[in-house]
């Protein structure tokens, strides 16, 4: 089942997101989150901080899994999702560090480390809400388009355009992004119990019409959607403007 909540814009969205985890988190506060990193997801992170800063959320006993990371940063490496995540949200909320993962860049063993993410997944008993954005050209977490769907963790190498998008956060030199990053699989994804994902500006708009009414296709990863049992899309004007 899919519901949309279309809110006017970016900070609406990020309210709206916050307002989501917010519930999960106070209705099952053992619940195992799914986050995600990127501009889209950083106004929530700042409402949900707000919100725990005020005594009216706790992060106490949440687990949280990311979708991805880099191949080759290191923890402390500034544009890493495990420094991300540290500054967003985990350093400034009362989560135990320690119930946080993100996958490892620096893993000498890629392959070993995607399974033993997996089953890490499974250990926690499976993403009660998994946080999703989505990129210009559909992708979900770093499953770039493509001829077939991912199961499971797996390395990937980043889509030219994902290249040139993230470039902002590498002093605009698509030479200093990495070429590669450990990826939740669209199977790791959609075994998620609840999916939230947030899609906000105009130039995102043509994708994300087409993940949701056009053909359901790995060319456009996100669309796989449509068969998930519970999503919520919140989205900005600008992001639905084509719906
Ligand atoms: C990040 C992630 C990516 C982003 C997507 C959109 O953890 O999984 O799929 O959600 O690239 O990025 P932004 O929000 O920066 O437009």
Same mark, same amino acid.
């Given at each position: 089942?899919?519901?949309?909540?279309?809110?006017?814009?970016?900070?609406?969205?990020?309210?709206?997101?916050?307002?989501?985890?917010?519930?999960?988190?106070?209705? /099952?506060?053992?619940?195992?989150?799914?986050?995600?990193?990127?501009?889209?997801?950083?106004?929530?992170? /700042?409402?949900?901080?707000?919100? +725990?800063?005020?005594?009216?959320?706790?992060?106490?006993?949440?687990?949280?899994?990311?979708?991805?990371? %880099?191949?080759?940063?290191?923890?402390?490496?500034?544009?890493?999702?495990? %420094?991300?995540?540290?500054?967003?949200?985990?350093?400034?909320?009362?989560?135990?560090?320690?119930?946080?993962?993100?996958?490892?860049?620096?893993?000498?063993?890629?392959?070993?480390? +995607?399974?033993?993410?997996?089953?890490?997944?499974?250990?926690?008993?499976? =993403?009660?809400?998994?946080?999703?954005?989505?990129?210009?050209?559909?992708?979900?977490?770093?499953?770039?388009?493509?001829?077939?769907?991912? /199961?499971?963790?797996?390395?990937?190498?980043?889509?030219?355009?994902?290249?040139?998008?993230?470039?902002?956060?590498?002093?605009?030199?698509?030479?200093?992004?990495?070429?590669?990053?450990?990826?939740?699989?669209?199977?790791?994804?959609?075994? @998620?119990?609840?999916?939230?994902?947030? =899609?906000?500006?105009?130039?995102?708009?043509?994708?994300? =019409?087409?993940?949701?009414?056009?053909?359901?296709?790995?060319?456009?990863?996100?669309?796989?959607?449509?068969?998930?049992?519970?999503?919520?899309?919140?989205?900005?004007? @600008? @992001?639905?403007?084509?719906?």
């Amino acid at each position: 089942m899919l519901r949309i909540y279309k809110k006017s814009d970016y900070e609406s969205m990020s309210r709206q997101v916050a307002n989501l985890i917010a519930a999960q988190v106070t209705l /099952k506060p053992k619940s195992v989150l799914g986050l995600a990193t990127g501009s889209t997801p950083n106004g929530a992170y /700042k409402y949900l901080i707000e919100s +725990c800063k005020q005594g009216d959320l706790s992060f106490a006993e949440i687990s949280t899994v990311n979708l991805d990371e %880099y191949v080759g940063l290191a923890p402390d490496h500034e544009q890493s999702y495990r %420094y991300y995540m540290n500054d967003n949200l985990f350093n400034h909320v009362d989560i135990k560090l320690e119930n946080t993962h993100v996958p490892n860049g620096l893993a000498t063993h890629p392959t070993q480390e +995607c399974l033993q993410y997996e089953q890490l997944i499974a250990d926690l008993g499976g =993403v009660d809400l998994q946080l999703l954005g989505m990129g210009h050209n559909g992708h979900i977490a770093f499953n770039e388009p493509s001829e077939s769907y991912t /199961k499971i963790t797996n390395v990937v190498d980043l889509a030219e355009r994902t290249i040139q998008a993230n470039s902002i956060y590498f002093e605009n030199d698509v030479n200093k992004v990495p070429k590669q990053a450990f990826t939740m699989g669209i199977g790791s994804i959609m075994r @998620a119990r609840k999916i939230v994902i947030a =899609v906000s500006g105009a130039e995102k708009a043509e994708s994300l =019409v087409k993940a949701f009414q056009g053909p359901i296709t790995p060319s456009l990863p996100a669309s796989i959607l449509q068969v998930h049992h519970d999503v919520v899309l919140v989205a900005d004007e @600008a @992001a639905l403007s084509k719906f």
